[in-house]
C-alpha cells in the first residue's frame, strides 16, 4: 500500500475553495464536502494532493475542529431526540 502525503490549506473564505474547485473540475480528482453546521467548505484534491479549508466565521482560536464535531453529533442528537422521544 503507497501512502500519498496530502497538504492541509486553510484559506479565509469558501470562495477561495470555489475557486480552486473550479481549477481542478475536469482536470483533477477531486471530492468536495460542505458542512452546513459549521459553514465549511472541504475540497480534497487527489491530484493538487491537497486538502483546501475555509476557517468557521467568527470561530474562536480556542474552539479546535474536534470540538466542532462533538457540537455537531449533539445538535445531531438533540433534534434525533426531539423526533422519536418527545
Ligand atoms: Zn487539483
Redesign the pocket.
Given at each position: 500500500m503507497s501512502k500519498i502525503q496530502f497538504t492541509l490549506e486553510i484559506y479565509e473564505t469558501q470562495e477561495e475553495i470555489r475557486q480552486?474547485i473550479q481549477?481542478?473540475e475536469g482536470?483533477?480528482s477531486?471530492q468536495v464536502a460542505y458542512s452546513s453546521f459549521h459553514d465549511v467548505l472541504t475540497q480534497v484534491?487527489f491530484?493538487?494532493k491537497?486538502v483546501r479549508t475555509n476557517k468557521r466565521k467568527g470561530e474562536s482560536r480556542r474552539r479546535g475542529y474536534l470540538q466542532g464535531i462533538k457540537e455537531e453529533n449533539k445538535a445531531w442528537r438533540t433534534v434525533h431526540n426531539k423526533r422519536y422521544f418527545g
Open positions: 480552486h481549477e481542478c482536470k483533477h477531486q484534491c491530484t493538487c491537497k
